[in-house]
Structures are given as C-alpha cells and as structure tokens.
C-alpha cells in the first residue's frame, strides 16, 4: 500500500455524525497568479506545442527528425565533397543553386510540420447539449436513436455531414477526424508521419512546395554526384575513385533509392492539385463514377489553372483555435475521453490512486464519470469501533480550499474532490 503525505487537510477519527472539517483560507492572489495557464497546456488533442504555445506538431515525431537527419546529411556530404570539385572544375552556380535549394527545402518542411493544420475546436459541453437535444427532436422511432448525419448541397451535389463523437460536433465538408493526433482537421488531406503531422487546409501548400522542392534538390544533387564521379573516373577509374570518395558514393545510393518515391509522391499531389482533391477524397473514392454514374467533384472549378491558384494560392486561413489565451481556473477540458482538472483545481497534496493513511483513517480513489467531473475520495476509519456510528464528511473543493457540506453514513468517511464548470452549479 502506498502511503502519501496529506498537506491540504487533515481528517482525523471524527466524534460522530456532526464533524465537520475546517475549511482552509483560499490561495492568494499572487499564488493564483503564479498558476495562471494558457490554453495549450490544457489542449484536447495529442500535440506538441513548443514556443509557449506559437508552434504546434504532431505527438509521434520521430520519423520527422529521420527525414530532417536524412535532409541534412545528405545536403551537408555534398557541399563538403562534391562542391568543392565540381565548382573548380565546372562553374560556382552549382553550390548556389543546391544552397537555394536546401534552404527553401527547410523552411518548407518546417512550416508544414510546426503549422496548425486547420484542426477546428471541441463544442463546448453548452454547444454539445444543445445539438444533442437537436439531434434527439429531429425524430427517429423509438427502437433506434435518431441518425447523426445531415446533408448539404454544394454545387449542386449531395455531401453528407457526419457526427464526430470525439469533438461533439458534426464535421463541416472535407473535414475528418484524425485519430493519430484526435482532432478534426479542416480539408483534411492525410496524417504524414514523415512531417510530423497533420496536412490540412492551413499546411498543404508548404507541404506540396515541400515535396516538389524536395524532388528537385534530390534530382539536383543525383545528377551533381555522377557528374563528379564520372569526372574523376576519366584518369583513374570508376573503382578508384570510389574508394577515394566514399562519401560521394553514399549519396549516390541515398538519392537513387529515394529520388524515385519522392518525384512519385509530387506527381501524385500535382495531380490532386489540379484536380482539387485530398488524399482522402481521392483513396475513399468519394466522387468516383464507381459510386454514381452522375458522381462530380463539386469543389472543382473545371479549371486545372483556377484549382491549383485556389489551392495554393489562396489566402492563409486564420487559426480556429486560441493556443496563447489564458485559461479560466475553473475551467476544465476534455482529453482523448479523460477528464483532466486544471491545476488550480488540484489539492496541494501527494494523493495515491490506489490508497493512503490518514490518521489512521484508509483513503480510496474511486472515479465518479458525471456530467460535473467529480472525484470522490472515501476514508474508512480504522481506529473507530465496527458497531459506532462513522461519519461520510462531503465537501466542494473550489481551488485552494476544502468547505464542508454534510456528514452523513455509517462506518465510513468520504471526501468528495469535486471540481465544477463556471456554468454548472456545484453539489455535493
């Protein structure tokens, strides 16, 4: 059993049903100052948010640092064995042009991989009840529940709206759920592990700008690496110069095996592109002829020029999540379907999920899913005889501060931790 240290109150072997405990004195200003979080700390979704808030990522970056790794390796074997020779021997523009190159690949990649990607925020447990009592008065028999989709017309054309029960919302057109990061992402394209996160409508342009400088820098240096070792290879060999070059003929291997999925990757976007649609859209099959005969793509503009101009020229949407601002202290946000109580809310004090001594009384966690998040912390009373009369102490925790409400029961003694939304009323 482990045993924590209770700082915030102690519950002693009460004298009977009217005990109450001594409410403590609520935090000082300046402590609640010091507690004050902002919004991403709280966030619902499963990201990585850096800078306080102004850079955000996917949680899973690990195949991120292995492109950036293979990115800079390769750039960094090239300018420090190939340039030098290929600039003697042919013309300075050859480490100008790779440089440029490398560059805007860079800035690409991480603005595809720190951008919000359009992910559009949770309702709030208001704007839920309400459509859930929409959804309930919009009919349906008695034997099943009402259906949770709704259709629109675009363009002429039917999209169906589909109920998200993670965001407690239905998911405007083009928007899906992504369950790598668990947020719903606006004109959600694909979750690319290889960038770290989510490509939507606010980062696909840097991620097809992206691939398509990627193909060319690759391209670039392929080319720039059997020029130099078919330049040396006149006087002493192809095998010789291997040998004297080793580091020439690595990247040599790297852009072979890699030359050809990433100019396979671009056409494929080029292609999505100019037809606009998403990576979804189009492996789903969503305006094939295959699900309809008279099946059109309605957000196409029959205009390879005005798609990719609306694509990736279009105007930068705004964020739709509020990342820096400050949190209500007592607010509480809902994650991956846990419930998580901001710091505020928290007892200064080591509690153990499983159990704790407290003079001489056994604490136990139980977990109350109710609509106002409470937690219900019960002490059974080791010291008091099996035949008298305990005490259940039930109090409202705001932050800093126990109060107690009622003392009721027999044998036992609870503490119900509750922390309550600014729009719900507490009880105990």
């Known amino acids: 059993m482990n045993v924590c240290e209770y700082r915030q109150i102690a519950l002693g072997p ?3 049903p009217g005990a109450v405990s001594q409410a403590l004195p609520p935090a000082s200003g300046k402590q609640q100052q010091q507690r004050r979080r902002r919004k991403w700390e709280s966030f619902a979704g499963k990201n990585r948010f850096f800078c306080d808030g102004r850079l955000i990522s996917g949680r899973q970056s690990g195949a991120f640092y292995l492109t950036l790794g293979l990115i800079v390796a390769t750039s960094g074997l090239f300018f420090g064995f190939d340039c030098p020779y290929l600039t003697e021997n042919l013309t300075l523009a050859i480490p100008i042009i790779a440089g440029l190159l490398f560059v ?3 800035s690409t990649l991480l603005h595809t991989t720190f951008t919000d990607p359009g992910i559009l925020p949770r309702a709030t447990p208001d704007e839920a009840a309400n459509l859930e009592k929409q959804i309930d008065n919009s009919g349906g028999s008695g034997y099943r529940p009402p259906p949770r989709t709704k259709e629109v017309l675009i363009n002429g054309q039917t999209v169906k709206l589909k109920y998200c029960f993670s965001c407690k919302m239905f998911r405007p057109p083009r928007t899906s759920h992504c369950s790598l990061c668990d947020n719903c992402v606006e004109r959600f394209d694909h979750h690319c592990p290889w960038v770290g996160n989510c490509v939507g409508k606010r980062n696909y342009r840097f991620f097809y700008m992206f691939l398509l400088s990627l193909s060319f820098l690759t391209a670039f240096i392929f080319a720039c690496v059997i020029t130099h070792l078919a330049l040396r290879s006149q006087n002493v060999g192809l095998l010789n110069t291997l040998q004297e070059t080793p580091a020439s003929a690595l990247e040599l291997v790297v852009c072979f095996f890699s030359v050809w999925s990433i100019l396979g990757l ?4 080029t292609y999505l592109v100019a037809s606009n649609l998403t990576t979804n859209e189009d492996i789903k099959g969503a305006w094939s002829s295959k699900h309809s005969d008279d099946s059109t793509n309605p957000y196409s503009y029959n205009s390879i020029f005005t798609n990719c101009c609306a694509v990736l020229c279009g105007p930068m949407p705004p964020s739709l999540i509020d990342r820096r601002g400050f ?4 607010t509480i946000q809902q994650s991956g379907g846990q419930h998580n109580i901001t710091q505020e809310a928290k007892m200064e004090a080591n509690l153990c999920d499983q159990g704790l001594n407290v003079q001489g009384s056994m604490l136990f966690y139980q977990s109350v899913p109710t609509s106002l998040y409470q937690t219900s912390l019960c002490f059974v009373n080791k010291t008091m005889p099996e035949k008298s009369d305990g005490a259940v102490i ?10 107690s409400a009622y003392s009721q029961g027999k044998g036992t003694k609870q503490l119900i931790f509750q922390a309550t939304r600014t729009v719900s009323s507490p009880s105990a």
């Open 394 to 403: 039930c109090a409202i925790v705001p932050p800093g501060y126990f109060k």
């Open 266 to 269: 671009s056409g494929f976007h």
């Open 327 to 330: 949190l209500d202290p007592d």
């Open 104 to 106: 805007f690949v860079l």
């Open 14 to 16: 009460g004298p009977g």
